[in-house]
């Protein structure tokens, strides 16, 4: 991998699995920041699991990162590489006979930091979710070298693969920014649920960022944001943690 990409303010974004909220986080963050008057680029270099349509391989992801940023980039330029296999890169590399085209990942986001004032970066799976034979998603985000926030799921097991997630950020020399915490119900949660965010943020030393309760208004599927952004996002200085 040879990533050679400008310096930006931003943020990238990644989880301690998949399904865990990383989108809905990433684009309510450039939802945030948007309506604060900056121009948001929003970026997902490699994307699988993605639909065949008439300009490409499209990603549901990617779409919603465009609706919350309200931009009208192309999405081969907010998701520079796709696949339609859903599974880790690797494999799709291996079943698609595509190794990662990372000059068009470069490309594509040296074009937004061109025109933006902050990106907003969103990782693949999980932090250690295999790229290539060589390559994990935590060293696709060091070639950012933006501060990193981790998103977890609330429920019983979280505590575990919170704090191997954040290790494992700190073992690569990346700046952890904090933990979100998504998809939090009231109305369900336990004491496994009520506690451990507390737990994981004062047993690693961490910033709790946000709690981001579930919402069936918005789908990242069907490209609803809802009517708003989630209070628990709007509430946080996003502009400071990247560094405008």
Not at 80 to 85: D, L, R
Not at 108 to 134: H, T
Request: proline letters at 6%.
């Amino acid at each position: 991998m040879n990533l050679k990409l400008p310096k930006k303010n931003g943020l990238f974004i990644t989880g301690t699995d998949t399904g865990v909220g990383k989108t809905l986080i990433a684009g309510g963050i450039a939802h945030v920041l948007r309506e604060q008057g900056f121009r948001v680029g929003v970026f997902k270099p490699i994307a699988s699991g993605c639909r065949a349509e008439r300009e490409g391989l499209i990603s549901n992801d990617t779409e919603f990162l465009a609706l919350c940023a309200v931009t009208d980039y192309p999405l081969s330029v907010i998701t520079p590489v796709t696949y339609k296999t859903p599974a880790a890169p690797i494999t799709c590399v291996d079943m698609e006979k595509r190794p990662i085209d990372w000059d068009a990942i470069a490309a594509a986001y040296r074009y937004l930091c061109d025109s933006c004032d902050v990106v907003i970066v969103e990782g693949i799976g999980g932090a250690l979710v295999p790229i290539d034979e060589e390559h994990t998603v935590l060293d696709v985000a060091a070639a950012f070298g933006l501060p990193v926030v981790v998103v977890a799921r609330p429920n019983l097991g979280t505590i575990n693969h919170s704090l191997l997630t954040i290790q494992a950020v700190r073992g690569a020399g990346l700046p952890l920014a904090g933990l979100v915490i998504s998809g939090y119900n009231a109305e369900t949660a336990d004491i496994a649920v009520e506690t451990s965010p507390d737990v994981i943020c004062n047993f690693s030393q961490s910033r709790l960022l946000a709690v981001v309760p579930y919402d069936d208004q918005v789908s990242v599927e069907e490209g609803r944001l809802g009517l708003r952004t989630p209070e628990a996002l709007s509430m946080y200085d996003w502009k400071k943690l990247c560094g405008l």
